[in-house]
């Protein structure tokens, strides 16, 4: 149903996407690339191509802010526990915006 749908992917966008997504972004790619060419130039690469990924030109900018925030957030706690909950602080109010009009 209409209803399920819109359940899966609020359940998506709140807790998968968020999960898997600073799983790939933060702690594999932001990781390797610190290590590779500081933390800078990793929050920036690891950023834009989270915002690519998105496939949203319209909002590619607020992506990459989003991108460059998780991972001062990576950085400021060492662990994936606050990227993860202010992705999907973000993902909430994403939907609300968009259920609201």
Known sequence: SS??????????????????EEFIFRKFLYKALKFNFGILLAALISSIVFALIHFTVSSF??????????????????????????HAFFNLLMIFSILTG
Do not use: D, H, M, T
């Open 3 to 20: 209803l399920e749908k819109q359940c899966v992917i609020i359940l998506s966008a709140l807790v998968v996407a968020p999960i898997l």
């Open 61 to 86: 900018f607020v992506l990459l802010v989003l991108g460059l925030f998780l991972c001062y957030c990576y950085e400021k706690y060492g662990s994936l526990a606050a990227p993860v909950i202010s």
